[in-house]
């Protein structure tokens, strides 16, 4: 998302690096995630994906995150943790 939708200027390997260890922290992922992220996403399971897809909206801070049952996959815990950051 921030390659699309920054300048190029603004698109330094460290500021990229940082924006996807947040956005994976955020929705809980990072820790399962910090050594496969070359993995793809299909590969992942259910619940991963599901979290995946928020994590890559949330460095471009949208005002508005229209989102249709975002926590069907989710555990208790995954959901919880979801709702809290929306």
Same mark, same amino acid.
């Given at each position: 998302?921030?390659?699309?939708?920054?300048?190029?200027?603004?698109?330094?390997?460290?500021?990229?690096?940082?924006?996807?260890?947040?956005?994976?922290?955020?929705?809980?992922?990072?820790?399962?995630?910090?050594?496969?992220?070359?993995?793809?996403?299909?590969?992942?399971?259910?619940?991963?994906?599901?979290?995946? +897809?928020?994590?890559?909206?949330?460095?471009?801070?949208?005002?508005?995150?229209?989102?249709?049952?975002? +926590?069907?996959?989710?555990?208790?815990?995954?959901?919880?943790?979801?709702?809290?950051?929306?």
């Amino acid at each position: 998302g921030l390659r699309l939708h920054t300048e190029r200027s603004q698109q330094t390997r460290p500021r990229l690096d940082e924006a996807v260890e947040r956005a994976l922290a955020d929705v809980g992922l990072w820790d399962d995630m910090k050594d496969r992220l070359q993995e793809r996403a299909t590969d992942l399971q259910l619940d991963q994906q599901q979290k995946l +897809c928020i994590a890559r909206l949330l460095p471009l801070k949208p005002s508005v995150i229209l989102m249709d049952e975002p +926590c069907s996959a989710l555990d208790t815990a995954g959901t919880r943790a979801i709702e809290e950051l929306m």
